[in-house]
């Protein structure tokens, strides 16, 4: 058995809470030796890393990694939100008692890492001194080294963070153990595997995994789901699957925010990264501030609406990743920034990596390479065409690492927000952007959001399916009450944000996208600020503003004159067949506040009208 105090001890981990917290799991867990890490302990937890065979070498300072070829992204039905109030229960949350599933979760960890290392992973999910720090400290307990060091990327990570704490009992429990990946029954009926988080004790138990948002808990499991858990519980703040951008127009000096959400795998990281300045002269920079998370709250000096982005590092997508769709994102895993690649294709021989999209076609030359599986592919069947790369295989790199980080990232305050967009996967009906000034209707727009499943949630691929705020996976207290919640925060604020609704991925008939996306994504983003700076007055259709052709900036840009009057046009008809789906979707959710209600009704009415 580990002698835990020892390790405590030599660790100078003095907080009498989290002390007591890690005996408990080391003893239950059955751990044969705890470790507490801090972010300067990555160097070596690298060279052990390689030494195991964990990870392997990409380059200078850049590691390649596998998962579990069944494990390769989170599992929403094995995700669940407990607590001991059965009215927490809401429609996506898929709650059930704590009574229920601790007992549960203990029985499965115990004695599950027997013969492993616990480590100890002091975290905090916020620049240091933030408003909302109260929220944002955490120990992860996990028994997987590669989890500790995507962790050091993805959360800032050092023992001060736990040992200073203003209230020492105030840290989320987050215990991670990986259990036996290859007899969990993954998809079966007796599947093994439980990701629970535990709102209303603050802590987190997820058995089963060791991939991103199930196993780095820091994310997704404490920085989304029960930072919305508190955000609502104290009133204070609102949590949300949203990126965070600055736009600043170097001419006029004026700087905006935006921040949003597209549910996973649609475009966060690449929106904040990406942006293309450089394609419109001189005038503009855009600023990076977060790609997956923001919380918001309301300074109560100002009584200005404020963001932040709680993480450390950024978690990518992969495929289709190139110098010309996001130049940002593969200088931010340039060889010596420590970054680490997750399934996709890898060549040992070389070191060389490979994704779908990286360049128009794989290697020549496939000698070395191996694909996600790390099956050889001079070996694969004649015929075989199956990705070498899995479709939502990932990179993780630091914020530093990312070319446009904002300078002031790290600061405390975070930033003024202007405009909140949602934005999904829509072959059709969504126009290009579309402004919404009403706070009703723009909470209405986001619980509306809708987008076609994607692989970073195991689905359908191609099918269409609600995704309110883009928190659908994420959401931890019922959808009736995180409505009332949006329109409290943001209607405490003394300017209420612009809204807008995007979409990048409309389709012609014969399935080409019709907006070019990417970079190019800048520009819908400037009419909306010169919409709220009063220097461009759009059209007004019965589902908001959008854009005139004149008054988008299209300089330089190559597209399709029908292609853009589509993007560009409200299909009345096609928009009355989803409000009446609406109907359906809106209904299932209790206690609605009626301001939602009649937000759909002025919408319907005005469909009708037009
Ligand atoms: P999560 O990390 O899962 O939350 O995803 P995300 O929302 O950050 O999505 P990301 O930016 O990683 O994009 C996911 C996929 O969509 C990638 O394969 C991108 O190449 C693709 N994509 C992103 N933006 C655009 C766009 O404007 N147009 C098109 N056609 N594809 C895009
Ligand atoms: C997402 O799926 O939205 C992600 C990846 O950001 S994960 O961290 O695995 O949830
Ligand atoms: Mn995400």
């Known amino acids: 058995m580990a002698d835990v105090e020892a390790a405590l ?18 003893d239950l867990t059955g751990a044969e ?56 229960a809401g429609v996506y949350n898929n709650w059930r008692p704590s009574s229920e599933m601790k007992p549960l979760l203990e029985g499965k960890m115990r004695g599950a890492s027997a013969g492993k290392t616990m480590y100890v992973v002091p975290y905090l999910m916020a620049p240091p001194g933030s408003p909302l720090e109260a929220f944002a400290a955490g120990v992860e307990l996990t028994d997987s ?13 050092g023992i001060d963070y736990i040992n200073d704490l203003a209230d020492p009992n105030s840290f989320v429990r987050a215990v991670h153990v990986t259990g036996d990946l290859e007899n969990l029954g993954h998809g079966t009926a007796d599947d093994a595997r439980y990701f629970v988080t535990v709102a209303d004790e603050r802590t987190i138990l997820h058995f089963g995994s060791s ?17 919305a858990y508190d955000g609502w519980a104290s009133g204070k703040f609102l949590s949300e699957q949203f990126m965070l951008l600055g736009i600043t127009d170097k001419q006029t000096g004026k700087k905006y925010h935006i921040c949003g959400g597209f549910p996973s795998a649609s475009g966060k990281t690449n929106l904040a990264m990406t942006l293309a300045p450089d394609a419109l002269g001189d005038r503009y920079y855009v600023d990076f501030y977060g790609d997956d998370i923001a919380w918001l709250w309301v300074d109560e000096n100002d009584g200005k609406l404020y963001g ?3 993480e450390f590092g950024v978690f990518g997508v992969a495929k289709d990743t190139n110098e010309a769709t996001n130049p940002g994102a593969l200088h931010s895993v340039d060889a010596g920034t420590g970054a680490i690649f997750t399934n996709i294709a890898y060549n040992p021989d070389t070191q060389e990596v490979w994704w779908e999209g990286k360049t128009p076609n794989p290697p020549e030359d496939v000698t070395g390479w191996e694909d996600w599986k790390g099956e050889k592919i001079s070996e694969r069947a004649e015929g075989d065409d199956s990705p070498w790369a899995h479709p939502n295989s990932r990179f993780t790199t630091t914020l530093d690492n990312v070319p446009n980080v904002a300078p002031d990232y790290n600061s405390p305050q975070g930033v003024p927000i202007d405009a909140i967009i949602f934005g999904g996967r829509t072959r059709d009906r969504e126009p ?31 099918q269409l399916r609600y995704d309110p705020m883009s928190m659908r996976p994420f959401m931890s207290y019922p959808e009736g009450a995180y409505a009332a919640q949006w329109l ?70 190559e597209i399709d004159s029908d ?35 009649e937000a759909h009704r002025r919408v319907k009415a005005d469909l009708e009208a037009d």
Do not use: C
């Open 488 to 557: 409290k925060i943001i209607g405490q604020a003394t300017e209420v944000p612009m809204f807008a609704h995007v979409n990048w991925f409309q389709r012609g008939d014969d399935g080409r996208f019709l907006w070019p996306g990417y970079r190019e994504n800048l520009r819908p983003l400037l009419w909306l600020m010169q919409l709220k700076a009063g220097e461009v007055s759009g059209r007004q259709t019965p589902v908001g503003i959008i854009p005139t052709r004149e008054e988008l900036n299209l300089e330089g840009l």
């Open 432 to 462: 290009l952007i579309r402004a919404i000034t009403d706070l009703a209707e723009g909470v209405y727009d986001g619980l509306t959001l809708g987008a076609e499943a994607t692989f970073a949630a195991e689905g359908v691929d191609g």
């Open 33 to 88: 030796r705890v470790e507490v890490v801090s972010a300067s302990d990555d160097a070596r937890l690298a060279e052990e890393a390689l030494a195991a065979g964990e990870l392997q070498p990409a380059g200078e300072g850049l590691y390649y990694s596998r998962s579990y070829h069944k494990d390769t992204a989170r599992s929403e039905e094995r995700t669940i939100v407990a607590t001991s109030n059965p009215s927490d």
């Open 211 to 227: 991939y991103g948002g199930n196993a780095l808990l820091g994310k997704i499991a404490h920085g989304l789901r029960q930072a």
């Open 308 to 310: 932040m982005n709680p």
């Open 145 to 157: 080294r590669t989890v500790v060091m995507h962790m050091i990327r993805m959360a800032r990570v």
């Open 9 to 26: 001890d030599k660790a100078g981990l003095t907080n009498p809470h989290v002390r007591e917290y890690v005996a408990y799991w080391a």
């Open 563 to 597: 292609d853009l009057d589509t993007i560009l046009t409200i299909d009345n008809a096609r928009w009355q067949q989803e409000i009446a789906n609406r109907d359906v979707h809106l209904a299932a959710f209790h206690d609605l506040p009626e301001e939602i209600w």
